[in-house]
């Protein structure tokens, strides 16, 4: 039983370890987790991003929240295992609270460094009693990170930092004694102010007063080097409205460290975000990658288009081009599948359920197992109307076969390089994954189908990719085309469809279907009517149903009701507004088309 | 009286939650159809029960399912010694003699058969025995209830237009905090503080609803979970085996449940 219980979190021992880093969890692992456990605190919602720890200059890290986005480091230095979760908890709870608690920011107007961070102190004082209040289990959350820095030391040289750490912990602690006036005067007035809380004023005078007294005390403070106490909570910098360079240098590095983040967002090199892709870890490219140019387009067919405008298809008006697909080894699709063996697990109960399909009721048959009763009444009343009675008053269960091609079509355009906020995770990486494990589990129950990809480049260009055939397994060579299918370009899907179309029409199969996964509306660059190409795919779908084959749409994109209705008709797409969590949705979905 | 079986003789335990208690007397005094929609377990069908109490009505519950038929709620003839005999199903039974009829979680049944209830829920107020041949009118003291969860609705699952557009809707949700910990106290037979905290708990969990999580906590998980900590299991553990563990196979989901649960207390 994995239960976290209350207590263990009394018992736990903080280790400043050494500053050497083992394996420890990635933050990209983490945030996920983080990001709901912030939701579920606070029923907050904040973009959670990773603080670049480059250089070794800052020695403590801290969180830094601006109201929306919490950047996280990547690592607290001397922190690790579970240390290190519970360190991350305590940080996601303390910025949740000020989301939570929060109000407009402060004006710096005329306040001096160590005022400000005085100020800042009592807020982050007041935010966390309040959050307290409605979740008392934070005290033990935050509590152990008070104790760790061992204030209560006598003979500490009574610093700025020292003073103001001990003033944080008597804010958090009341109970405890304290041997200063200074510490005694701020909790006593900090807590006598509690009615006051909402007005923002009060907290600042108060951090006013307590500036001029360590003023007055000749306490030096430097705003340089300052930090803040304890480790979890964040740099408050989203406290403050600063016009100007902000005074504390440490404001400034961590809004300049913000600004890096969002250029590294969007990185200019395309190799260097297909590294990236290619499953996190920094081996070069994947080998495979050039010796036969994947990249010499070949047109293979002209498809018809929808011109919605002058109400007629415009014959072989977009060409269909293909190229011997990339490669990447295909061990990574292994490792995609055990990245999450809860999501391969479950997608592979729930097909094999579906592939034994749920008993069927066969009525009115010669033999079987019990009366149907309907039958059985009707025949009774044809004997006694003197009419020859139909013999069949038996049912049976029987499981039900399914006959089914389904061929998978991914939209793979340059929006599926988005990344889903907050984390460094890419739409198409999760397509990626789900796609794999559905692959996975379908190919073990021997269901058939097909996987295809496409993007387009004007009508000229629409590039089909053949990721697996029906015909084929679902092994080591579609595998390894999987890894390589890298997103980029447009999304004709109309042209994309047809083909698709027509490779599924060719199955004999009882039922055929199209499943597409798209995250956008269809666009190309050489179309400017954004109903043009909407109104292709639909008519691309209308053909479908024509030629027997369903397609049912999966949308990625929150805000695409309008068009993805239009084009696969009202009850024939689902949309999924988290995108992680495609690869749990993806067999679900597929599970209930193939009913 | 042939439906004496479904009187209900003593009040079901029910906390009103706002005007539900009145609105839902004065759709019964015109007998309209009424569709109770909310989240699962917080108490829709309690409600149902205490107003059929309220109101001194019988009253028939159906719970459906996909496999249901339209004879499973209208009838059908049996054979017996002498031939066939007709037997009602619930739903004539309840028009025949003037129960309210509730059709537990409707959107499950397929819409073939939920439009059976059609010519009940208008003026005709009639239900057409085709098999028998007999058209029923409706007593004068039946009424349909049908109750659903708008959080299950998807493309597959959803009811017609035409089935809506009859009924006139309460919107049940949770209880709002002080409300709900009176009720888990009161069901569990708790004290109000470890109520209190459970409903804290609860409220938590329905935060992570859309973060891997289709619903939070319902009121009858709490339930469940304050009579386990009545019953001295510990308060981790019983809200470990009453909501963690039930709401959720995925790890990551679960050990963020566990954090939070952590916070609460």
Known sequence: MTLSSPAKLDTSVLLPLEPEEEEERPLSERIPGLRRYLAGLYGARASLRALPGEGGTQVARRTSFDGRVLFLPEAYRGFR??????????????????LAFGRARFEPKSLKPLQIALISLLEDARVEWLAMEALPGLRRLWRPFHDALALDKDGATATAEVLMARLALALFDPARPLDNPWLAKGRDMFFAAMPEWD?????????????NDLGQMRVQFNSKTYVVQPVYRDDNAGLWEFDRPPPPEEDDTSLAEAVRIETREKPPEPGERERREAGGESDPRPASLSPLDPDQWIAVARMPEWDHGAGRLRPDWATIVEATPRTAPAALVERWLEARPDVARRTAGLIRQAKVGRPARLRRQGEGDRLDLDAAVRAAIDLRAGFDPDTRVFERSALSERDLAMLVLLD???????????????????LREAVAHLSAALAETGDRFALHAFCSNGRDEVRYRRVKEFAEPFGNAARSRLAGLRPGLSTRMGAALRVATREAARQLSHRRLVLVVTDGEPSDIDVTDPAYLVEDARKAVQEAAGAGVDVFCVGLDKTGETYLSRIFGRGNFVQIGKVEMLPDRLPQIYVRLTR | MPLSAYQIAEEPYFEPQGGEVALFSAAHALRQPVMIKGPTGCGKTRFIEHMAWRLGRPLITVACHEDMTASDLVGRYLLDAGGTAWHDGPLTLAVRHGAICYLDEIVEARQDTTVV?????????????????????AHPDFQLVISYNPGYQSVLKDLKESTKQRFVALDFAYPDAEREAQIVAREAGVAKDVAVLLVRIAERTRNLKGHGLDEGASTRMLIQAGRLIKQGVGLAEACHVALVLPITDDMGVRETLSDVIAACA
């Open chain 1, 81 to 98: 295992d579970e240390t290190a979760d519970r360190l991350y908890l305590a940080a996601v709870a303390h910025a949740g609270a000020h």
């Open chain 1, 199 to 211: 007005d923002p004023g009060a907290l600042r005078l108060l951090g006013s007063l307590l500036g």
């Open chain 1, 412 to 430: 793979i355009s340059e929006s599926t390089k988005d990344t889903i906020g907050g984390t460094a995770t890419s739409v198409f990486s999760v």
């Open chain 2, 117 to 137: 209830v059609h010519p009940l829920t208008d003026d005709r107020r009639i239900l057409p025995l085709e098999k028998k041949n007999e058209l029923v009118r």
